[in-house]
């Protein structure tokens, strides 16, 4: 089992930054791949970024590389998100997410653990 608790998040102007964090606890996680996903009023949750906890291989959507970078403290056993160049379309709600399919870390359906989510606004 595998808990996920997230943090970070809150109201920021466009163009600005928020670093969200993921605490995790549980089983070993060297074995998981880390996400995050986010969801928009109205709209599907949708892949963010991704990192593999063995490797440190990252992945990111489109419409935020670049902008966004997903890291992780072994010794914290915490996954961040620094979110910079904000943009009002960039408001949601975040979830942290953990998967043991590593291939299929862009999946909501491949998630076995999320977390409740932490809710990023940003203002134009």
């Known amino acids: 089992q595998v808990q996920l608790v997230e943090s970070g998040g809150g109201l920021v102007q466009a163009g600005g930054s928020l670093r969200l964090s993921c605490a995790a606890s549980?089983?070993?996680?060297?074995?998981?791949?880390m996400g995050w996903f986010r969801q928009a009023p109205g709209k599907e949750r949708e892949f963010v970024a991704a990192i593999r906890w063995g490797s440190g291989t990252t992945y990111y959507a489109d419409s935020v590389r670049g902008r966004f970078t997903i890291s992780r403290d072994n010794a914290e056993k915490t996954v961040y998100l620094q979110m910079n160049s904000l943009k009002p379309e960039d408001t949601a709600d975040y979830y942290c997410?953990?998967?043991?399919?590593?291939?299929?870390?862009?999946?909501?359906?491949?998630?076995?653990?999320w977390g409740k989510g932490t809710l990023v606004t940003v203002s134009s």
């Open positions: 549980g089983r070993t996680l060297s074995s998981y791949t």
């Open positions: 997410a953990a998967t043991y399919y590593s291939y299929s870390y862009y999946s909501t359906d491949a998630m076995n653990y």
